[in-house]
């Protein structure tokens, strides 16, 4: 995997992300990037080819890419480590394989997918993606971390995904090791989403007591905290639709906190499945926390005409 030579890669599955770090590594130069396409479905085809994704078996994925990204559902993880294993046992021939799997674990399901590929010949390397998916504008945060014994490894793989575009942050020095990119995205996800859980319980209870304490709230926070008007009116909209989505998350994030932390995001994972019931029966819930977010609009925008009024007429 010298810098002078152009590698094989693989990356399982072209979902979304998968297809769009794809498109990434293709602009950056890497000419093969192989996938499975088995029994996916005319869409998914389509983001591959167009992605300049090739379809190979199992068998030809390890036998040709030198490093495997996977990204996948979490509950698909598991499953596609195996399969990759599988085929690399039974392949004729072996060479030093990495597969990263870059998918939202927790460190102790990514400390038994160590245990499964351990004295294989394939390096694990635990990888997560913060942020969307790479864009034209934008280029998430690839946090990875391997075993302390497999630091060279994770040191060319850094350097190979840097080079063909992707933004690696290598996890590094004392205690480092399989499982701490995976805490990385469960710390970070549990701040991000948690206040987020947060800013709906409290915007749900000062609207219980009446929307005119909604309002006054929002006038205090817009006084007193001016960037969590902004926090809420950023990611409380984009957060709604996928609230059924956090339920689960916060749920692990609950088990890696621990502690009291665990009963933290147990009372914000309930908070999220209420919004969801919500959205699905039609909305209260929702409908108030959408009520405070117009809200917030409306007074951002009278301060910017007034702004420009100020301005104009200065
Ligand atoms: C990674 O570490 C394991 C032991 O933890 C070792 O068996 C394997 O050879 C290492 N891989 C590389 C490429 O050094
Ligand atoms: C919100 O805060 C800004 C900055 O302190 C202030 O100029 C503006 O008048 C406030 N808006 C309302 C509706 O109070």
Redesign the pocket.
Known sequence: MGSTSVPALAVLAPGEMGAAIAARLSACGVSTILTNLDGRSEMTLERARASNMQHASYTEIVQRATCIYSVVPPKDAFALAETILAAYKTAESQHPLIFVDCNALNPESMKRMAVLFDGSGITLIDAVIIGTPPSATFNPGIYASADPKNVSTLDSFTRMSIQFGLNVIPLKGEGAGIGDASAVKMSHSGIVKGAIGLFTTMILAANAASPSTASGLL?AL??SQ?AM?DLILRLLPHALPKAYRFVGEMEEVGGFAGGSGANTFEGIASIFSLVADSQSEGGVVAGVLLEFVKQAKE?RE??ST?AVDKIQKS
């Open positions: 006038h817009n006084h001016p008007v007074m009278k301060e007034s």
